[in-house]
């Protein structure tokens, strides 16, 4: 590729005003400049290399691993497509048929939609198998003329400036845009003028300029990526430089960081449809969407030279690698994508790894090596599916992955520790060396979850505190062998739900359901934190005020004020464990093993400590009455997304909780997880009774205090004073004592909701080092006096004091 790197550490954070403004009033009025109009076709020849290199990849062997059978594979599948080929009136492929009797926007006609994406899409895939080495098909010549009938046939029937689209938008403004110009490009050689014309003249009518005219609706985030790549690539095979040139610019307000609505935020947070985490869904395809079309256009007369790419650069290490453990991508800020059939935490982060590949080829050197680092640790350690063993994996990504794998001067890079939170989408991450942590809240800013396209029906108490953790070398399988076709909804691992019914797909197609609960958020040094979360359930009357505090070997869990009308048991899942097909790890509760017989189902009153062989440790301060249950589980994808198998699957589960019993009344409870800890050290922390003290765990106040580590943290749903913090308004408050005569107070307003806040610390301070600017007042002396102006702007961020003891 070209060398042309792009602008280099800006951090245009209160910049871009004018450039932003621009892009979103006048980019389209804007004409080509002088030499984006003179391109000629050497330009755009080069222009669809390029691209057909980022759709087909380079520097591979077709007869190694993995290429050999990953082209053996895509053979097999065109092949297949070619065979059972048969044009027809509303149809390419038998079954496959776009023609709708009543169209409309309906569930109906969003499937006849997709079937003609589908068609484009499998004719790609024919397109891909000619061109590709190593396939039994490159070059046949029936196979070409397979695809150019194909293209005829969809364009005539369906894909033409006569037709009004129905169904689902997305299909007809990226996905069949995208199949389309794809294969023209790839078999641009063999097409007549006449024919590409008509091709782009049927993207003109369903993709218009219009698309990009405004960031609002459907045109934002990762969705204005996509019609922008679009646009391009009809620019691309239309040799038209005022297409390429308007989707280049409008690519500009993708790059910008947000303080509301869908994109990135400056604390690493992303947001798509409104109101829904979405790094590992639309965040991916974004990175995906843009890493490609910078490449692209890097070089030409196009080439994007907005200084804010930088700030979309920045998004590799403070969005996306948060979420990325092991070679897998969380999936609470996957959606939807959860619930899709052949898809995993593993399988979603593989395309993404070598996205991040590719944007390092236009960052800094020092990015380029930090990324690569990153990238080969992840594909070190990931015991349970690698990257490089998936056998759906385009070219162009494994090609860019075994590259890195047998580059030779790129030392994989470690897991890194810290405590990272998102309070802009309501989700935290916490790493320690051997283990990893993530919570999942919704708010009145955050969904508790998204239904739609019939997909994700019982996701609906993903919102719930739902705690996933997976160890450095066991775990990594939790989320990715049918999990969430076969596990109980309503015992996710953390949350605290009602038992009462709720309907597949409850708050609605596209409603995004969120609470009326703005307390949620908490603070965080660095290394530890403090979270909360003003817990209201969907579609019925259970509340509860939730708290984990992070620390270095285990995370303390506390509820409090858990209240239920709903006629229905209210439970707390302590954890639920995957285990798979066969498995049975032994569960030991105050030093007793427990039968390992599925169906076995036990309560133990007063339990103090209990473990899970293999997988983790769980101690109960003040004592719980403790459920178990081992059970198999029998679902099927069908029952989660109309799209997946109706066929069943039997998974294992053993899962410990807490009832509160039915309709609950101020219940609470208590724990600290342990992951990866040995039984003996799980019983010997219930022992020291001393490390830990809970502090509060009321609807008023929740805290912590673990003196050896210096940490002392409270989460103020209410004015208050625990022990020696006092709050007067609403407020997360953690504190951390340091060796060398210094202490850090993080102080945070969760619920954007204080015009005004005091903080004292009952402990002898004698200067304040440093402070931010929303701290009006400081006193010193017997004890420290923190006074904030306006914290409702600072949308829950943390605040900062370092301060001198003595």
């Avoid at 994700?456 to 969430?484: K, P, V």
Wanted: glycine share 12%; with cysteine.
């Amino acid at each position: 590729m070209p060398a042309s790197p792009w602008p280099r550490r800006t951090f245009l954070h209160a910049a871009g005003g004018s450039a932003l403004a621009l892009g979103l009033t006048g980019w389209a009025s804007l004409p080509a400049t002088a030499a984006e109009a003179a391109a000629g076709e050497e330009e755009f020849a080069a222009l669809r290399a390029q691209w057909r290199n980022l759709i087909l990849g380079t520097g591979f062997s077709p007869t190694a691993e993995p290429f050999r059978t990953l082209l053996a594979n895509l053979g097999s599948t065109a092949r297949g497509h070619l065979s059972t080929m048969a044009p027809a009136g509303g149809s390419l492929w038998p079954g496959v048929i776009w023609t709708d009797p009543d169209p409309d926007l309906d569930a109906e006609s969003y499937a006849f939609s997709a079937r003609m994406n589908d068609s484009y899409t499998r004719l790609n895939v024919m397109a891909q198998a000619f061109c590709q080495p190593g396939t039994g098909l490159t070059g046949d010549t029936a196979l070409l003329e397979a695809v150019i009938t194909g293209l005829e046939h969809v364009h005539d029937q369906v894909y033409n400036p006569a037709t009004v689209p129905y169904g689902n938008w997305w299909n007809w403004q990226i996905g069949a845009p995208q199949a389309l110009m794809d294969t023209c490009v790839l078999i641009h050689d063999h097409l007549t003028e006449d024919q590409k014309a008509r091709f782009c003249a049927a993207v003109d009518h369903f993709l218009p300029d219009s698309a990009v005219g405004a960031y609002t609706g459907t045109s934002t985030g990762a969705n204005r990526v996509d019609l922008c790549r679009g646009i391009i690539l009809r620019g691309v095979v239309g040799e038209n430089p005022d297409k390429i040139a308007l989707a280049a610019r409008a690519l500009t307000p993708v790059f910008p960081y947000v303080t509301s609505g869908d994109g990135f935020y400056a604390d690493g947070s992303f947001i798509q449809h409104t109101s829904v985490p979405y790094i590992g869904g639309y965040g991916s395809v974004l990175h995906d969407g843009v890493g490609r079309i910078l490449a692209l256009l890097r070089g030409s007369p196009w080439q994007l030279n907005d200084p804010h790419t930088q700030l979309f650069l920045d998004t590799v290490e403070s969005a996306v690698a948060p979420f990325i453990y092991n070679g897998l991508m969380m999936d609470n800020v996957s959606s939807r994508g959860i619930s899709r059939q052949g898809g995993s935490d593993h399988v979603r982060a593989h395309g993404l790894l070598a996205t991040l590949v590719l944007l390092g080829q236009g960052a800094s050197p020092e990015e380029n090596a930090r990324w690569r680092a990153m990238v080969k640790g992840w594909l070190r350690r990931d015991y349970h599916y690698p990257a490089l063993k998936n056998p759906g994996l385009s070219l162009i990504r494994a090609s860019l992955l075994q590259a890195l794998q047998d580059d030779a001067s790129v030392t994989a890079a470690p897991e890194p520790v810290g405590h990272r939170l998102f309070h802009n989408m309501d989700r935290v991450t916490h790493r320690r060396r051997g283990w990893a942590a993530s919570v999942s809240m919704a708010s009145q800013r955050i969904a508790h979850y998204e239904f739609g396209n019939g997909e994700h029906a019982r996701g609906y108490h993903t919102g719930a505190g739902w705690l996933s953790w997976w160890g450095s070398d066991f775990g990594l399988e939790q989320y990715s062998d049918a999990y969430w076709p076969t596990v109980d909804p309503y015992r996710l691992p953390g949350i605290t739900a009602s038992r009462k019914p709720l309907a597949d797909g409850q708050g609605g197609n596209w409603g995004g359901p969120r609470p009326d609960a703005a307390w949620v958020g908490g603070t965080t040094d660095g290394e530890f934190g403090a979270t909360g979360q003003h817990l209201k359930g969907l579609g019925g009357t259970m509340s509860a005020r939730k708290s984990w505090f992070w620390l270095d070997d285990s995370i303390v869990c506390l509820g409090a004020g858990i209240g239920s009308t709903d006629g229905f048991p209210v439970e707390t899942t302590i954890d639920n464990r995957h285990l798979g097909t066969t498995g049975a790890p032994a569960l030991t509760v105050d030093g007793r093993r427990q039968p390992v017989t599925q169906g076995w189902t036990a309560t133990f009153e007063g339990a103090e400590w209990a473990h899970i062989e293999g997988q983790a440790g769980y101690v109960f301060p003040a004592g719980t009455r403790l459920g178990a249950v081992r059970e198999e589980r029998t679902g099927a994808w069908k029952d989660i997304n109309t799209g997946g198998s109706a066929d069943p699957i039997t998974r294992r589960y053993l899962t410990l909780f807490t009832d509160h019993g039915t309709d609950p009344v101020d219940a609470g409870y208590a724990y600290v997880l342990l992951p990866g800890a040995s039984a003996r050290s799980t019983q010997q922390r219930s022992c020291d009774r001393g490390r830990l003290k809970v502090l509060a765990n009321t609807a008023a106040q929740q805290g912590v205090r673990v003196a050896r580590l210096g940490f002392t943290a409270v989460n103020f749903w209410m004015p208050g004073t625990v022990d020696k913090i006092t709050a007067s308004a609403p407020a997360s408050v953690l504190i951390r004592e340091n060796r060398n005569g210094t202490a850090t107070v993080v102080v945070s307003d969760p619920a954007r909701q204080a015009t005004s806040l005091e903080v004292r610390w009952n402990r002898r301070v004698s200067k304040v080092l440093s402070k931010p600017s929303t701290v009006t007042g400081a006193t010193t002396g017997d004890a420290l006096t923190l006074t904030f102006g306006d914290l409702t702007a600072r949308a829950g961020g943390p605040q900062t004091i370092t301060v001198r003891l003595g």
